[in-house]
C-alpha cells in the first residue's frame, strides 16, 4: 500500500508572541492567588496539596505561570511546611505500627516496602540538588 505523499505548503510562519508587561488584571490575579496560596498554607495544607486545589477550584493549570512556584511564595512569606519527604516519614511510621499489629495484612507490608523505595528516591534527589 502505497499513500499520498504531503504536500507542502508555503504559508507564513507563526509570529512569536511579543513580551510585554502584564496587564492590571493580570497583576491582581497574581496577588489574589498568593493570598489563596498562603491561607491555605496557614490551614496545614502541604504545597502538592495546595496545587492540587487550585486546579480544582480556581481552575489555575499551572501555578509557575505567574513566575513563581508554591514553595517559593511559601519562602517569600516565611511559612513553614512539610517537605515530601518528612510526609513520606509519617505513612511510613503508621505503616509499621499497623503491620505490626497485624501481620496478615500483606497489602500493608507492599504499602510499606513501597513507600521506603519513594523515601531513598526522594533522599536520593534532595540529596543532588541540595542548595
Excluded at 24 to 35: L, P, Y
Excluded at 60 to 79: A, D, H
Aim: hydrophobic share 25%; proline share 2%; charged share 45%.
Amino acid at each position: 500500500m502505497t499513500g499520498k505523499k504531503q504536500e507542502k505548503t508555503e504559508g507564513e510562519k507563526p509570529v512569536g508572541k511579543k513580551t510585554t508587561k502584564p496587564k492590571i488584571a493580570d497583576r491582581q490575579k497574581e496577588e489574589n492567588i498568593e493570598k489563596v496560596v498562603i491561607d491555605l498554607a496557614k490551614k496545614g495544607y502541604s504545597p502538592a496539596k495546595i496545587g492540587e486545589i487550585l486546579k480544582q477550584k480556581q481552575e489555575i493549570k499551572k501555578i509557575k505561570v505567574l513566575g513563581k512556584s508554591i514553595t517559593k511564595i511559601l519562602k517569600e512569606n516565611n511559612i513553614s511546611y512539610e517537605n515530601d519527604l518528612a510526609i513520606v516519614n509519617k505513612k511510613i511510621k503508621k505503616l509499621e505500627e499497623h503491620y505490626n499489629k497485624n501481620k496478615q495484612d500483606k497489602r500493608a507490608k507492599r504499602e510499606l516496602v513501597k513507600f521506603i523505595g519513594l523515601r531513598k528516591k526522594l533522599e536520593k534527589y534532595n540529596s543532588k540538588n541540595k542548595k
